[in-house]
């Protein structure tokens, strides 16, 4: 198994970024995949969830009404689109296949003027 996360970056308060994270190594449409992140000095925490179909998703309250998970089965990528950002949402992006506790790098995304 292996997921690449990509499109972390710098952005100021208020602007966007769409995170992706490449899977392979296992049938991807079959999976519920999952976002969380980690700020300094906090724990890990859930972002988010989609399932496999891509007909569900789940978010934290904390990111409800400005970030989109989605995910494309042909491509096998799962995305989270981020908006509105703030300052508090800065953290490392790790994309997570709950199923079999497999984890990317990380992507690191920070908001900031």
């Known amino acids: 198994v292996q997921l690449v996360e990509s499109g972390g970056g710098l952005v100021q308060p208020g602007g966007s970024l769409r995170l992706s994270c490449g899977a392979s190594?296992?049938?991807?449409?079959?999976?519920?995949m999952a976002w969380y992140r980690q700020a300094p000095g906090k724990e890990r925490e859930l972002v988010g969830s989609?399932?496999?179909?891509?007909?569900?998703?789940h978010y934290a309250d904390s990111v409800k009404g400005r970030f989109t998970i989605s995910r494309d089965n042909a491509k096998s990528t799962v995305y989270l689109q981020m908006n509105s950002l703030k300052a508090e949402d800065t953290a490392v992006y790790y994309c997570?296949?709950?199923?079999?506790?497999?984890w990317g790098q990380g992507t690191q995304v920070t908001v900031s003027s």
């Open positions: 997570r296949l709950p199923t079999l506790n497999e």
């Open positions: 190594g296992f049938t991807f449409s079959r999976y519920i």
């Open positions: 989609i399932g496999s179909g891509g007909e569900t998703t």
